[in-house]
């Protein structure tokens, strides 16, 4: 599977985007799927995960109560809400395949897979 994260670009200190990743391949409806983000000298942090029917989720402290993860199923998508950005919010974004078996609420990178390219997010203040 291959996923392609897209939405991202300049906005300003409490403005709103949506990143949206879409598969092509296959269907990943049956995976978890994660976003992380990896801003300029730092390593790639957990932003949000979403389990494979959509019901449960969970996110960093740092995007709690900003940031809403979604999916659509039947458009074999996944969403990421930003809302109030901030400066700190800079990074370029990617969606990934949370790998089964690993436990619920893992934020490690190398607990997901099928890394597609990132979508670059800017915030400025």
């Known amino acids: 599977v291959q996923l392609q994260a897209s939405g991202g670009g300049l906005v300003q200190t409490g403005d709103s985007l949506r990143l949206s990743c879409a598969a092509s391949g296959r269907t990943f409806s049956s995976y978890a799927m994660g976003w992380f983000r990896q801003a300029p000298g730092k390593e790639r942090e957990f932003v949000a995960a979403i389990s494979s029917s959509g019901g449960t989720t969970y996110y960093a402290d740092s995007v709690k109560g900003r940031f809403t993860i979604s999916r659509d199923r039947a458009k074999n998508t996944v969403y990421l809400q930003m809302n109030s950005l901030k400066p700190e919010d800079t990074a370029v974004y990617y969606c990934?395949?949370?790998?089964?078996?690993?436990?619920?609420?893992?934020?490690?990178?190398?607990?997901?897979?099928?890394w597609g390219q990132g979508t670059l997010v800017t915030v400025s203040s």
């Open positions: 990934a395949v949370k790998s089964r078996y690993t436990d619920w609420g893992t934020t490690k990178p190398t607990d997901f897979s099928s």
